[in-house]
């Protein structure tokens, strides 16, 4: 048979890498003969916009530029499907194109959103007769996934917040004057990523001095009083905050976020550091910044996780032997089996349980003042920030795959 492989939602340092994993473990199999990609996720299995990928991957040479490329080297898309009782038409199409193409098994490279897809397409197939299976293979950096230890891309995520959150550390305290350095991070509605960059302590630095996540209610007047503690310490303050943290717009002084949402009926969250920042400096009158990491954690291959990489083949390599042992309306899981060292099994569970749901970050994890972590959660992100891929360049720049 030949089976197809898509990948959908935001960009990660990782997606590819499972990409590469379903398509190495294609070649393998002597039940598999052609491996095609979608173009924009499942857009391209309804528009029939497929290409070869041994075409593109005629090597190890490029499948190896394929691991250090970040974002989605077949492209992505956000589009919801509706039920199929109230509009069976992009499902049939669907149908129409794995029937066309001879292909037994579709492998959807996704995030909960895409766990949606891969619940209906797989349900409304089964009832149709049609033996073909469907496999969802986990990525976010949000690490917001049901039942899944950690999502491949977030461990890369995590390592470029650290590392990038250290230099902001050194050049926010060499000068004798009071500041404040507010640093705005991913993460949606969950506090994973942000809750990263506690794994500096580790390496022995004491900021960022404040950590404020969704999980945990936040008020601007506390928000300035654990400021004005941390001041006494400290001649440079530093913050991170979570894009997520539940400010309202009676606390914010205005409406700092669009309100605009995605197809999902997700809202588009940023600017929560910019409005900290001017409370900051009408309130305590002292030098304040706030950066914005923006879209830069997802796609930071430079400074990627080779354990996230490696994982991230891994997982995608486990969907096809899933598929092939003829499981559908899955989604791929890692299980964590001890911190030290650091190992993990790779499961299944069902993608309509992880569906359009969010994983959030523990909050025993917080501290009593809900303005920092605790120990546990170094303990879980340091593992998956471990080991630095090989990166080849040109003219002293990374190169990059393209399809």
């Given at each position: 048979m030949n089976i197809a492989v898509a990948q959908s939602g935001g960009p990660t340092c990782a997606i590819n890498a499972s990409l590469a994993g379903v398509f190495r473990e294609a070649l393998r199999s002597e039940k598999i003969e052609t491996v095609y990609g979608s173009r924009n996720g499942i857009e391209g299995m309804i528009g029939g916009n497929l290409v070869d990928l041994a075409e593109k991957l005629s090597s190890e040479d490029a499948i190896a530029l394929l691991l250090q490329t970040p974002s989605t080297a077949l492209g992505s898309c956000r589009r919801k499907l509706p039920s199929a009782e109230e509009d069976p038409t992009p499902y049939e199409a669907v149908l129409a194109t794995l029937q066309r193409y001879g292909i037994g098994a579709f492998f959807y490279i996704g995030g909960n959103d895409s766990m949606d897809t891969v619940a209906k397409l797989s349900a409304w197939l089964a009832q149709k007769g049609s033996p073909v299976r469907?496999?969802?293979?986990?990525?976010?950096?949000?690490?917001?996934?049901?039942?899944?230890?950690?999502?491949?891309?977030?461990?890369?995520?995590?390592?470029?917040?650290?590392?990038?959150?250290?230099?902001?550390?050194?050049?926010?305290?060499?000068?004798?004057?009071?500041?404040?350095?507010?640093?705005?991070?991913?993460?949606?509605?969950?506090?994973?990523?942000?809750?990263?960059?506690?794994?500096?302590?580790?390496?022995?630095?004491?900021?960022p001095h404040l950590i404020y996540l969704p999980e945990s209610p936040f008020s601007v007047p506390k928000f300035l009083d654990d400021i004005r503690n941390e001041q006494k310490k400290h001649k440079a303050v530093v913050v991170a905050v979570s894009e997520g943290i539940p400010l309202s717009e009676d606390e914010s002084g205005s409406a700092f976020s669009s309100g605009v949402t995605d197809p999902f009926g997700h809202k588009y969250l940023s600017g929560v550091g910019k409005c900290l920042e001017h409370i900051v400096r009408r309130e305590l009158h002292c030098k304040v910044r706030s950066i914005e990491l923006n879209v830069m954690q997802r796609c930071s291959s430079h400074l990627a996780s080779l354990t996230d990489l490696e994982e991230a083949q891994q997982i995608g390599a486990s969907a096809v032997r899933a598929a092939l042992a003829g499981e559908t309306g899955k989604m791929m899981t890692f299980c964590r089996t001890a911190d030290r060292p650091y190992a993990v099994?790779?499961?299944?569970?069902?993608?309509?349980?992880?569906?359009?749901?969010?994983?959030?970050?523990?909050?025993?994890?917080?501290?009593?003042?809900?303005?920092?972590?605790?120990?546990?959660?170094?303990?879980?992100?340091?593992?998956?920030?471990?080991?630095?891929?090989?990166?080849?360049?040109?003219?002293?720049?990374?190169?990059h795959f393209s399809v």
């Open positions: 469907v496999i969802g293979i986990p990525k976010t950096i949000d690490n917001d996934l049901m039942y899944t230890d950690h999502t491949p891309g977030f461990g890369s995520a995590a390592k470029y917040v650290a590392a990038t959150v250290q230099e902001i550390i050194r050049d926010s305290s060499v000068y004798s004057l009071q500041s404040v350095t507010i640093i705005e991070i991913m993460g949606r509605h969950a506090g994973w990523l942000t809750a990263s960059c506690s794994v500096l302590r580790v390496n022995g630095e004491t900021a099994r790779i499961d299944s569970v069902d993608a309509g349980s992880v569906a359009n749901k969010e994983r959030l970050f523990p909050t025993e994890w917080i501290n009593g003042e809900q303005n920092n972590v605790l120990s546990d959660a170094i303990d879980y992100f340091l593992p998956l920030i471990q080991g630095e891929p090989v990166i080849r360049t040109q003219n002293g720049l990374p190169v």
